[in-house]
């Protein structure tokens, strides 16, 4: 008897140290486990799922967190549409993911300033569609490190669709179109990134395969991503690479300002189209106190005033295609002084399905017209996993929680990062490979694993134009109307 006894105790000591079993809770008009979301957000703890039917909901505040590898997920039922009328409060939570919605205004709201806690958001597959457009609140307004911002649809707004901040960011593969600036008053920006005082910059951070089309009514104030900081903390190394801005009455990419600290941006693989057309509103990428910037592989299109460059100062080019219909006369410096300008100025891209998107003609002038990102640095050892290159900032090694990126090293070496030392430019890579110094290194696949390098050299632009007429590394929202 004292025998079973304790074999009783002891499966009991031992089921009690086992994790509880992650709950599915409904939320319903009736008949579900609550009937409205804040009450299912209330009860949830990590690993459980808060799962939303057909309807109209109010959003909610969420007090608790989730946990690494269990988040608490809010989702669509699949094939109801569930709109939420109010926004969704995360403010100094983690773990936290929101999927499948329909938003009528603001959708989420972490504050930003100092103590703030906000990490690990995921907020994907949402649609937002402002009841209105009047408002001037930023649809995204989310501080916090290794948030994951992507395939979200945003349309009829006054004002950003993000205002964000934080490190290991990644804002991929949304859509925001159509917005008008007279409604509000407002600047708009597909990304939005203030700084100042306490609130945290954008650092370490990626922007991939977004579009942004028809923005206007704006007083040439629409931009694709505007970094600023102000006196708060640097804006170090974001990583701006294969998106579509097309019809916005301003410019594509602003980084820095008076005062402001943005250093090691890097710009390639871009398609900024049809802008202001204007020398200061209408630039493709402006650097203003962004030191060490690198600016490759971008096609900016009927953008800036003919002769102006599209890349202002701060910031080191190559292989960027400048063409403005009708013109065919020198560009100012830096552009002037890239390495490819005699090759590549005023030529025609011979874009497929423009204003649609940008991808390419077969007898594109940008297809395999690109550079290296790249090269294998004289210091590094020539076997191994760490590979020393000139320039480690053009890669990331899988910010939250997406595929560390792919490389080719020569004509056929493919590798995937494992880790990357930003300081001394060494990047770990998953498997040990030769090269040689002087190498040419490229991005072979992208944060989605999707190919973007199908010839000898990238093609430029947004869009490659791949295989088979394919079009890997395409922004996922594009064809979305």
Not at 285 to 313: D, E, R
Not at 420 to 433: D, M
Request: proline share 4%.
């Amino acid at each position: 008897m004292r025998t079973r006894q304790l074999f009783l105790s002891s499966l009991i000591v031992l089921l009690s140290g086992l994790p509880a079993a992650a709950a599915t809770y409904t939320v319903k008009g009736s008949g579900g486990s609550f009937t409205t979301i804040q009450a299912c957000a209330s009860a949830a703890v990590a690993g459980d799922t808060c799962e939303v039917y057909a309807g109209s909901y109010s959003g909610w505040t969420q007090s608790t967190n989730g946990s690494a590898g269990n988040p608490i997920t809010f989702k669509a039922h699949t094939g109801d549409t569930v709109t939420i009328t109010s926004t969704v409060t995360v403010t100094n939570r983690r773990y936290i993911t929101i999927d499948g919605f329909r938003f009528t205004g603001q959708a989420i709201n972490a504050v930003d300033g100092s103590g703030t806690t906000t990490s690990n958001i995921v907020f994907r597959n949402n649609t937002i569609v402002w009841s209105s457009s009047g408002s001037s609140s930023a649809s995204i307004y989310l501080y916090g490190d290794r948030s994951l911002i992507e395939n979200n649809e945003i349309s009829g707004s006054g004002s950003d669709a993000m205002e964000i901040g934080g490190q290991n960011v990644v804002v991929r593969g949304n859509y925001f179109h159509d917005v008008n600036g007279s409604t509000s008053g407002e600047h708009i920006d597909f990304v939005q990134v203030i700084g100042g005082g306490t609130t945290p910059t954008l650092s370490f951070s990626l922007i991939e395969n977004n579009v942004e089309r028809n923005c206007f009514n704006d007083g040439g104030n629409c931009h694709f991503v505007i970094i600023r900081t102000g006196s708060g903390p640097v804006a170090d190394t974001v990583i701006i690479r294969f998106n579509y801005a097309q019809n916005m009455d301003g410019s594509g990419v602003s980084l820095g300002g008076v005062g402001d600290n943005v250093p090691n941006a890097r710009m390639y693989n871009n398609t900024i189209a049809t802008g202001h057309l204007t020398a200061e509103n209408g630039d493709c990428v402006s650097f203003q106190n962004a030191p060490n910037g690198v600016v490759l592989n971008n096609i900016c299109y009927n953008t800036q005033a003919n002769g102006w460059s599209p890349t202002i100062s701060n910031a080191v080019g190559n292989g960027n295609i400048a063409f403005n219909t009708g013109y065919s006369g020198a560009w100012n410096s830096p552009y002037s002084t890239e390495e490819t300008y005699a090759t590549l100025r005023n030529k025609n891209p011979l874009f497929a399905n423009f204003p649609t998107d940008g991808s390419l003609q077969a007898i594109s002038p940008a297809i395999g017209a690109g550079v290296p990102l790249t090269t294998v640095a004289a210091g590094d050892s020539g076997t191994g996993v760490s590979m020393v290159v000139a320039d480690a900032r053009v890669f990331q090694p899988g910010w939250a929680g997406v595929q560390a990126d792919w490389l080719r090293v020569g004509l056929t070496t493919t590798v995937q990062i494992a880790s990357i030392n930003y300081a001394t430019n060494t990047i770990t890579l998953a498997s040990p490979i030769s090269r040689s110094p002087g190498t040419p290194v490229y991005l072979y696949k992208d944060s989605n694993g999707q190919g973007v390098l199908f010839g000898i050299a990238p093609d430029i632009g947004a869009f490659p134009f791949g295989q088979a007429g394919s079009t890997p590394g395409t922004p996922t929202q594009v064809l979305v109307q």
